[in-house]
Structures are given as structure tokens and as C-alpha cells.
């Protein structure tokens, strides 16, 4: 058969495809295995022909498919509260809970026998709450040399993937329970080791640093009682120079000293008043929140929850001198505003600024003074950096007039089950600026 046979021949089969998948019902499967999915598409059946139904997530066409976005961790046996982890799945289940608990153990050794069954009991008590994981040293030896596993059993206790603690404690099963939960409320934790100074410095987290006198006392004690009031935050404490000087803390200054560092914008802050937890705590509360952020589904509780009035800049595509200006007026308020970024798509229906009227395409600046109150202001002039900073002065001062209407701010009901439904491009990042 000639070439030119060979392209007609194929240029029809691919037409004859494409027909049977246009006109013909299809739907598209995604199933979970450990380490990844693979997505299935069957013409005629319901289900695919495999035994895999609980993983199993139908879709109604390839247009739905198109729409969701599926960046899900690796499979673990819901069946089992204890999780079994892997090298496969190990950094995916730490990244992907903010409290996780690893036991390394061996399968022969009498005091990983002895500690199942309360490891067990404490898993299911605290299932939807923390993820209490197990890893078999035996079979997965190069993860446990990577962990620096020398006796069994080894119990880790991670923070947003972070290894903060490690289980010295009764290993009962409530010991087990109370532990964890007390660190899940907030809690302080030591590092004196350069190397796992770094580790810290690389994790995804927001994290406060003191730089103390002794690692017992008033000192560590007033830390300890401010990171109580702030779970979301890694609280740890320190008297090493050297670890102190990867926080770009000067060695020599005078004790005790605090540092914060916001994982999205990696912003560093330096505390300079009276060591007290009540400083303490409003020194964290204004600078854990980033400069700007940008809205996806992940960032909605922290806007939503946010003390402060909110100023959104619904930002054309490439207009990237309106967010600069964005960024540069947000210095100039941080701890006053919260700044919240959304780039809006032409053609794309759903978005937050529908929802706030904003149309067209030119980049919009709206001032949300109170979303149950229901009052929306806009900046009807340039977006010039004098303009912004006269109308976020104002927006702070209350001497803005209320523009929106009370009918159309009835389409403003930005409740949180409301938002969490709201689709987000997958263009947009999560990430703050």
C-alpha cells in the first residue's frame, strides 16, 4: 500500500473516531492506585470492566471532566485508620495533613508488637481529625535510612510536613490521643541543629522563631502560652547563634528575640516590643497575613475569617502594572487591610467578579467593608498608585460613600459554602504575592 494509501486510510479511521465519540454517550473514570490515577474513557458500559468501583469517580462528559481538576494524593486504604505508608506515598500524605503521626517499626520487634494495638485504637479515635501513619523499616529500608531510623519503634510527629517532635511519650492508646491533641491546639517546639534549621526554612509553613536566653523559663514559657493562640503558626524555640543566624537574626543581639516568617510571600518580620504575650500575640496576628492574597478555594477560609476590611483588585489579564501598584500600596497598610487579588479570564462565566457585578475588561478596584452589612465601594478613577492609597485611606477612615445598590448586593452573599463552590481557572495560583 502506498503513503498516500496509508494517510486516507488513517485520516478516515481517526474521522470515524471522532464521529462515535462526538454522537455516541461516553463517560470518563478516574481511578486511584497507590502512587497516581490513570483515567479510563468506555463508550458503551456504566462502569469500566475492572473491580475497582469505591475509586472509581464517574464523570457525565468529557466536558465535566474538563471543568474538574483532579490533584489528589496517591490512594491509601481508607479501610485501615492507621495509614501504611510507602516511599510511594510518604511525602504526599505529609504534605497533604496539617497533623500527621509516623510510627517506623519492624514487623519482628516486640515493642512495635506491643504498640499496635493502642496505635491502632488512637487512629481510629482521632480519624478525620489527624492521620496517625505506620512504615514497615523492614520493607522499606532506604525511607527509614533517609529518616535516620536506628531502633523501632520510631515515632515522628510531623506539622504541615514538618518533623516538629518525636513520640518519647507512654504509647498507650490515650497517652497517644492526648499527645496529639495537644499539639494539634498549638504548641512549642525546639530546634538546636542547623540541619534541621533547613529543613524548617523549606517547608510550606508560617513560622515564628525565638531566640531565647534558656530553653526553660519565663521566656520559653511566654512562648509557649503565644503559640496557643495561634495553631496555624510553627512556634520554635532556640539558644544557638548559629540557628538564629539562618533566620537572619543577629547573633549578638540581646535576648530574647522573635522573628516571623510568612510562608507565602516568605516575608520576614523582626519583633522589637516588650516580650509578653499579649505584644506577642498581636505581633503575630498582623504579620502572618500576607501583603496580598490571591483568591483560589484554598485561600477563601482566611479571607472570609479575616478581622480586617477587604480590598480586592479584579485585575485584567497582563495587567501587571495594576498589581504591582496593588502590591506597593499593600506595604504601605499591612496589618490594617487585607488585600485580596483575582485576575479575571474573558469568556470564562463563574468567576468571584461576577458575583461583585465587575464586568469587562479593565482591571477594578472594590472595597468590601462589610460583607453581612453589605457594603461594596468602588474606585471610579485611574488606577494610579495615588489614587489607591487615597482610596484605601479613606476606605480605613470610613469616609467612603456606599455605592452598591441593596438589590444587586444581594448577589454578594459570600458565605463560605457559597465560595467553596465557585470554580477557580487553573490558571489561578493559590499562592499569595
Not at 474573558?346 to 477594578?364: A, E, M, N
Not at 438589590?407 to 487553573?426: E, G, H, M, N
Amino acid at each position: 500500500m502506498s503513503t498516500k494509501a496509508h494517510l486516507l486510510a488513517l485520516s478516515t479511521t481517526i474521522f470515524l473516531l471522532f464521529i462515535v465519540f462526538r454522537l455516541s454517550p461516553f463517560c470518563v473514570y478516574k481511578i486511584d492506585y497507590d502512587g497516581g490515577y490513570v483515567l479510563c474513557v468506555s463508550v458503551f458500559k456504566k462502569f469500566p470492566p475492572i473491580s475497582y468501583r469505591d475509586t472509581v469517580a464517574s464523570l457525565d462528559s468529557y466536558e465535566s471532566f474538563k471543568d474538574r481538576k483532579y490533584n489528589l494524593p496517591p490512594a491509601i486504604d481508607e479501610k485501615e485508620d492507621a495509614v501504611n505508608l510507602s516511599d510511594k506515598n510518604f511525602s504526599d500524605v505529609l504534605a497533604r495533613n496539617q497533623h500527621v503521626m509516623v510510627a517506623f517499626y519492624a514487623p519482628w520487634c516486640f515493642w512495635s508488637k506491643k504498640l499496635a494495638p493502642e496505635y491502632k485504637a488512637a487512629a481510629t479515635e482521632l480519624k478525620g481529625k489527624a492521620v496517625l501513619a505506620k512504615v514497615n523499616a523492614v520493607n522499606e529500608i532506604e525511607l527509614a535510612k533517609r529518616w535516620g531510623i536506628q531502633g523501632y519503634p520510631t515515632i515522628y510527629f510531623f506539622v504541615n510536613g514538618v518533623h516538629v517532635d518525636t513520640y518519647y511519650h507512654d504509647r498507650k492508646k490515650d497517652a497517644i490521643v492526648n499527645y496529639i491533641k495537644t499539639k494539634m491546639a498549638g504548641d512549642l517546639y525546639t530546634v538546636m541543629t542547623t540541619e534541621n534549621a533547613e529543613h524548617i526554612l523549606t517547608a510550606q509553613s508560617t513560622i515564628a522563631l525565638g531566640f531565647l536566653n534558656s530553653l526553660k523559663g519565663l521566656e520559653g514559657e511566654v512562648l509557649a502560652a503565644a503559640s496557643k493562640l495561634h495553631p496555624d503558626v510553627l512556634f520554635f524555640q532556640t539558644t544557638r547563634a548559629d540557628v538564629a543566624k539562618m533566620f537572619l537574626i543577629d547573633p549578638e543581639i540581646k535576648r530574647p528575640a522573635l522573628v516571623l516568617l510568612e510562608k507565602e510571600s516568605t516575608h520576614l518580620s523582626h519583633f522589637d516590643g516588650p516580650f509578653t504575650i499579649s505584644v506577642i500575640d498581636d505581633f503575630i496576628s498582623s504579620n502572618k497575613i500576607p501583603l496580598m492574597i490571591t483568591y483560589s478555594r484554598e485561600t477563601t477560609p482566611l479571607i472570609l475569617n479575616s478581622p480586617l476590611k477587604l480590598l480586592w483588585l479584579f485585575a485584567a489579564v497582563h495587567d501587571s502594572e495594576a498589581k504591582s501598584i496593588f502590591r506597593e500600596t499593600a506595604r504601605a497598610f499591612k496589618g490594617k487591610l487585607l488585600f485580596v487579588y483575582s485576575q479575571m479570564y474573558p469568556k470564562l462565566k463563574g468567576q468571584i467578579s461576577d458575583y461583585f457585578g465587575v464586568t469587562g475588561h479593565t482591571s477594578r478596584l472594590i472595597a468590601v467593608a462589610s460583607i453581612r452589612k453589605r457594603k461594596k465601594y468602588v474606585l471610579n478613577g485611574e488606577l494610579t498608585l495615588s489614587n489607591v492609597k487615597s482610596f484605601a485611606l479613606d476606605f480605613l477612615g470610613d469616609k467612603l460613600r456606599n455605592q452598591q445598590s441593596k438589590t444587586a448586593l444581594s448577589q454578594i452573599q459570600l458565605q463560605q459554602k457559597l465560595l467553596a463552590r465557585l470554580p477557580v481557572p487553573d490558571m489561578m495560583t493559590k499562592e499569595a504575592i
